[in-house]
């Protein structure tokens, strides 16, 4: 006989604050923990440094969130001037010191536009790109380094919030794959003192923005107060079930991941078909190779989240990512 799964199959987006001295992956482990899940993932991971938006795919929606990934994000830094470290943020080994007391605020905002648009950056060799299925990281701290390529991303916007002679405050929305401690690092060689990322902060990741945060205090609340009555075995923990309706009321629905997206309405003969990886045909005129969402009635939903499909040749429909039935 199968085993069953562990976990409850819940699904949804969680729009987590994450906490600094965390990892994402420790913070993906303590929601899927608390919402008991099946299954769950990241969207995009923020340093331990690093605080803010990291959205958290429950079952279902975890088949949505290299969307999220692929999306534009949106940060808030200070930049510390005068030190540079060896993973150009405050968690590395300090490489060097220098004097910063010669920059002036319009020293900064002269710098500023070389890192607005499309620019070319070197990842630092404590991100998490992999070289030869190593994340970069784990070379670093063993004391390795290999030559990493630069690449391209595009600054949307970048925005010098304040400058107090020794910390540049900036907000920067860019696109996937931008490394904000590279940009900080740049701009403290630009200034001839160095600097590196004291604070980071993510406010915004695709459609998901910083007032739809919930904290892990935030969850840990809503389980307390509803296992509060509960008589728990010293050494056991209590039952979080009752927490369970008030926990999911703070998810958002899958198809929220995708929404930038085109939407198609299908009928039930489509959507059987669609799911035994049929092609089928829709007389609405899209453009080849576009991805839409679909939606379309179900035994408990009349206009449910079937999932994705892509246009094939002449308006026909093909899955390429569905919600199970």
């Known amino acids: 006989m199968a085993k069953q799964p562990k976990g409850r199959a ?22 899927k923990r608390m919402f008991g899940a099946r299954k769950a993932g990241h969207t995009g991971a923020l340093d331990p440094l690093a605080t803010g938006l990291l959205p958290i795919c429950l079952g279902e929606a975890t088949k949505f969130s290299q969307f999220l ?8 830094t200070i930049g510390q001037l005068g030190v540079r470290t060896d993973s150009s943020d405050a968690d590395g080994k300090v490489v060097e010191t220098k004097a910063c007391d010669h920059v002036t605020l319009a020293d900064v905002e002269a710098q500023l536009p070389q890192f607005r648009g499309l620019i070319s ?11 030869q299925g190593q994340p970069l990281y784990k070379l670093a701290r063993a004391g390795k ?20 002679d020794t910390q540049v405050r900036m907000d920067i929305t860019c696109t996937k794959g931008t490394y904000i401690r590279s940009i900080v690092e740049d701009l403290g060689l630009a200034l001839d003192c160095g600097a590196h990322v004291a604070q980071l902060r993510r406010l915004q ?10 904290t892990l205090e935030d969850l840990q609340a809503i389980i307390d107060e509803a296992t509060k009555d509960q008589v728990v075995e010293e050494g056991k923990w209590p039952d979080i079930t009752p927490a369970f309706e ?29 799911q035994q990886g049929k092609v089928v ?19 408990t939903d009349a206009d449910a989240f079937i ?19």
């Open 69 to 76: 990934l692929d999306s534009d994000k949106r940060y808030q």
């Open 281 to 299: 045909d829709h007389a609405t005129d899209f453009a080849e190779l576009d991805v839409l969402r679909a939606y379309g009635s179900t035994a």
């Open 205 to 214: 990741a695709g459609p998901f923005v910083a007032d739809q945060m919930v």
């Open 10 to 31: 819940v699904s949804g987006i969680l729009i987590l604050d994450k906490p600094t001295g965390m990892s994402s992956n420790h913070a993906l482990q303590r929601v």
């Open 246 to 274: 008030t926990l999911d009321k703070l998810l958002m629905s899958a198809d929220t991941a995708v929404l930038t997206l085109n939407a198609v309405q299908l009928a039930a003969h489509q959507i059987e078909a669609l």
């Open 145 to 164: 380094t290999v030559e990493v390529k630069s690449r391209q991303v595009t600054i949307h916007n970048l925005e010098l919030m304040s400058f107090d």
């Open 121 to 131: 950056q070197v990842p630092s060799m404590f991100s998490a790109l992999k070289h």
């Open 307 to 325: 999932g994705l499909v892509e246009v094939q040749a002449e308006g026909r429909l093909k899955a390429k990512r569905l919600m199970s039935t």
